[in-house]
């Protein structure tokens, strides 16, 4: 099965190259490249969601460290490290909540400050160049590894609900849930996929049901308040989702509606399942008290999409995502395999 797509991919050389990534707001009617040359279109892309999804955006803000220092290759080292820092914590700052754009960042610097101080900022360019390469292609082997291991959780025949969008599009690779798909499919399963539209931007509507789509498998969209009304059905026979955070003890933050999916799965016995690499994983967090929300603008509820459908003047709140219990979890599934019941003992055992 080939993808006739890319989400995002450094075409060129350190020194003249750029990010090129498609406008995911323009799908799926319209398939729109964009080549970002500057720190601040990459800012600006992840921000509006140009390219989103936790892992894209690590590795977008990955290349995103490239674009922001090209301009000083010929300057002394020392001003180039020190911009590198500044355009590090600027894109740190475009969203909050998935912990894989601090990891390849924080993976980005640590790099920098371990080559040595001899290098001329234009070598110590080339080798970030290769680093952000490598958290692009670990990105893409991480999708394969979780496919492979979240495919022997369904069954030929099953009918899998997700939320949001996990696939390709969220990540370099073939993405994380929807990976869990695509290698059931791979080997020979007939899986069918619901998909929640995924309110307000409908990251479900737009990108997983073009994704199926695309892949030839077989796809319904249903509105989120429907997801309850299809489970009563016997229709749904697991869920998988992708995640922004998992903290230590296996909460996990994903998309706003993610965690309802989880309560209204809990109560009509159909399995939970979170598929997420390493790098989502944020240990410091002893639970998902402490993962932060981001708030996104009003109008993406009262103005979706250029259509008013809130009165002006009445208030909304419009919370990005939501973080679903351990206790919702039936099954973590990261690139080095699953983790069933998590609780802070298993998730430690599985990272060790
Ligand atoms: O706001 P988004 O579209 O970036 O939210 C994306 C999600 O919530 C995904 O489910 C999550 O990042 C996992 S992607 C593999």
């Not at 958290?135 to 959780?153: N, R």
């Not at 996990?252 to 994983?281: D, E, M, R």
């Not at 039936?330 to 055992?349: C, F, H, Q, Y």
Request: glycine content about 8%.
């Amino acid at each position: 099965m080939t993808v006739p797509y890319f989400t995002l991919q450094w075409r060129g050389d350190a020194a003249t190259g750029a990010l090129w990534l498609i406008d995911q707001t323009k799908l799926p009617e319209a398939y729109e490249e964009l080549c970002c040359t500057t720190a601040e279109i990459v800012f600006e892309a992840i921000r509006s969601l140009r390219v989103r999804g936790a892992p894209a955006i690590g590795v977008a803000a990955a290349y995103g460290v490239l674009t922001g220092t090209q301009a000083l290759r010929s300057s002394p080292p020392d001003l180039f490290r020190q911009k590198l820092r500044s355009v590090a914590e600027y894109l740190a700052s475009s969203r909050p909540t998935a912990v894989n754009l601090f990891w390849a960042l924080d993976r980005m610097t640590g790099f920098a400050d371990r080559q040595p101080s001899s290098l001329t900022s234009a070598e110590l360019h080339d080798r970030l160049l290769v680093e952000a390469k490598a958290i692009d292609d670990e990105d893409k082997a991480m999708c394969l590894a979780i496919g492979h291991h979240g495919s022997l959780l369904l069954e030929d025949g099953m009918s899998v609900l997700t939320h949001c969008n996990a696939g390709g599009l969220a990540t370099a690779g073939d993405g994380t849930a929807l990976s869990v798909i695509f290698a059931a499919v791979r080997a020979g399963k007939k899986i069918h996929v619901f998909a929640d539209e995924t309110r307000p931007l409908l990251q479900g509507a737009r990108l997983t049901a073009w994704e199926l789509m695309k892949r030839q498998i077989p796809v319904t969209v249903i509105c989120d308040n429907m997801a309850a009304q299809v489970m009563k059905e016997g229709r749904v026979h697991c869920v998988v989702t992708g995640a922004d955070r998992i903290a230590a003890n296996g909460d996990a933050a994903n998309k706003i509606g993610t965690y309802g999916v989880a309560v209204l799965a809990k109560y009509h016995g159909v399995p939970f399942y979170v598929a997420a690499p390493s790098s989502t994983f944020d240990l410091s967090l002893a639970d998902g008290s402490g993962i932060p929300i981001e708030q996104r603008k009003d109008e993406e509820i009262a103005e979706s999409f250029g259509k008013r459908t809130v009165p002006r003047g009445v208030s909304v709140y419009n919370p990005a995502f939501d973080v679903t219990p351990a206790s919702l979890i039936d099954a973590l599934i990261t690139e080095k395999g699953v983790v069933r019941n998590p609780t802070k003992e298993s998730v430690a055992k599985h990272f060790v």
